[in-house]
């Protein structure tokens, strides 16, 4: 049957998370990411205009229509990730060259903004300590049923309102909390002192009253376990607020799409996957897939969900500060945000993880998706995937049969065909994505030596395979970490300097993106007066919905 469905109309974007590697000329005290941060922001200034983004967050908002902006860990110490995303795109190759000039624009400001030492960007999705982070994809969603919309909406405005009285409450709360801290730690600190080897008083002091009296910014003048103590405090206090969050974005919003979706993600980590060396020392597909703790809720460090509310959840939480941001989240179009996904090198395996996923979100909504193949245990199928090298062994049923992953990405790849080849308005990109998704199974069932500098998994799995059978763990967790690195030193980069990977977009596509925004037309208004104040006697600030030009009295909004 003929369709005119749309085909890759839709908006879609990236959100990378970049860890920070800094390795100083001479001895001396550690840096603080946050300054490393704040200098890697001077020379990205130098190459493009930036916009102030909300005043609770480290964010700017760039002329090309991205962000960039410093993800804490803790406020306390200065601990975090550097965190950029693309503009809102309406093509996974968009995305992709938007993606690709963000790498670009970050690993050379990194490479030129300390004079003390050398800073370097790594793209991947684990650290040393186990902690989770790297990319979330954000893919623009049609909400169906007026009911559960309308539930949706009562919902969100009604949680909202309790985090603004929350806030109310906390505030306060926090302002006496400190102070009373402080008095009790000045009284009991005498006696540790005395009671502690003279080498350790400054560790012991750091304890107690974490930066001290240090009067920087970033300072701050109780440890790290208190911060962590008042966190807990509010996320109990907010918990079933949230839950409540939870349980209304999975059944109003995204029922449908988790439904169909799930599957397909489980078994999209033979594409997608980075390629990780455990701490066992075992070999596994994909990077952040083992701490995937549960299909649908809130991000952690060490536990992820296949799909993400946080979004959402920040619009509860600072929503007031920005009511444009609030409302922005009760049309009948929503943002899905997959956590799924590891930070890829391969433009191949990066361009296929986002194409193939909003085709299948094409076909879903056009109602192409009959019958898909069934995971009885999600999460367990998932963790089976990603220490399947070979792709053999059973993870799904459909009509009785058992299915590889391998099978499940076949069956999706031929119904996604026929919906585009059943389409009258089909763009020649469906077809691309169409015969590269076909090309990457085909590689993975036969001779995978062809996806080499294609597929991350595969490209590192060989590097490791060459380095040596006998290598000691922390040696091949050296080449794992080095493959991401966004320098002239690191090994993806330096197959792809030897003409060695398969590159899908072109040098001029990059620069261009290193300097414009996408043709979508939020992104394009954004970037325009982003470009046209910055720097001058008017202060602008950014957000994704909204342009404040002016002071804080007497400013004037521009809704994009």
Not at 347 to 359: H, I, S
């Amino acid at each position: 049957m003929k369709t005119n469905a749309p085909i890759f109309q839709r908006l879609l974007g990236l959100e990378t998370e970049y860890a920070i590697r800094f390795r100083p000329h001479q001895d001396g005290p550690p840096v603080k990411q946050i300054e490393l941060y704040r200098s890697l922001l001077e020379k990205f200034r130098e190459r493009l205009p930036t916009a102030t983004g909300s005043v609770l967050e480290e964010k700017h908002f760039t002329a090309n229509g991205g962000t960039i902006g410093f993800e804490r860990v803790l406020h306390a110490g200065g601990f975090g990730l550097i965190e950029a995303a693309t503009p809102e795109c309406q093509s996974p190759r968009d995305a992709l060259v938007w993606q690709r000039a963000q790498d670009r624009l970050l690993s050379e400001s990194a490479a030129s903004c300390r004079d003390d030492g050398e800073l370097v960007l790594i793209k991947n999705s684990r650290d040393s300590q186990g902690n989770a982070y790297g990319t979330h994809e954000n893919y623009e969603i049609q909400v169906t049923g007026w009911l559960g919309l309308a539930c949706w909406r009562v919902i969100l405005l009604l949680a909202a309102t309790i985090c603004l009285l929350f806030w109310v409450i906390m505030v306060p709360l926090v302002i006496v909390a400190i102070p009373a801290y402080l008095l009790i730690a000045v009284s009991v600190y005498p006696f540790a002192v005395m009671r502690t080897d003279s080498g350790q008083r400054a560790e012991l002091f750091r304890k107690f009253f974490g930066d001290g009296f240090d009067t920087s910014e970033d300072a701050t003048p109780i440890p790290r376990s208190v911060e962590r103590a008042l966190n807990r405090v509010a996320m109990i206090a907010l918990s079933p607020m949230l839950l409540t969050i939870i349980v209304a974005a999975r059944f109003c919003l995204y029922r449908r799409h988790v439904r169909m979706l799930t599957p397909f993600l489980v078994s999209r980590s033979i594409l997608s996957g980075s390629g990780w060396v455990s701490d066992s020392g075992d070999f596994l597909l994909a990077q952040k897939a083992p701490v995937l703790r549960f299909i649908f809720g809130p991000l952690g460090n060490h536990a992820y969900p296949l799909f993400s509310v946080a979004h959402l959840m920040d619009a509860c939480l600072i929503g007031w500060f920005n009511p444009m941001d609030l409302f922005s989240n009760l049309g009948s179009r929503q943002r899905m945000q997959v956590c799924l996904g590891d930070c890829n090198m391969a433009e191949e395996a990066e361009y296929l993880r986002l194409a193939t996923t909003t085709l299948m979100i094409d076909a879903i909504e056009a109602g192409a998706i009959q019958n898909p193949p069934r995971v009885r245990r999600p999460l367990r199928a998932l963790q089976a995937v990603v220490r399947d090298e070979p792709i053999e062994r059973a993870i799904a049923v459909h009509n009785g049969r058992p299915m590889t992953a391998l099978d499940v990405q076949r069956w999706y790849q031929g119904a996604c065909r026929r919906f585009v080849e059943a389409n009258q308005n089909r763009p020649d990109e469906a077809y691309e994505v169409l015969q590269r998704w076909s090309d990457v199974l085909d590689g993975l069932a036969g001779d995978r030596t062809i996806l080499v500098g294609r597929i991350d998994w595969v490209t590192k799995r060989m590097l490791l395979k060459q380095a040596g059978q006998n290598l000691p763990l922390p040696a091949n967790r050296k080449l794992d970490i080095k493959y991401h690195e966004l320098s002239s030193d690191g090994y993806y980069l330096l197959l792809e300097s030897a003409g060695e990977t398969e590159q899908i977009v072109s040098e001029e596509e990059i620069l261009r993106a290193m300097r414009q925004p996408p043709p979508t037309p939020r992104a394009m208004r954004r970037g325009s007066f982003i470009r046209e104040f910055s720097g001058t006697d008017t202060p602008v600030h950014a957000s994704w919905n909204s342009i404040r030009l002016g002071k804080a009295f007497g400013n004037r909004r521009v809704r994009l």
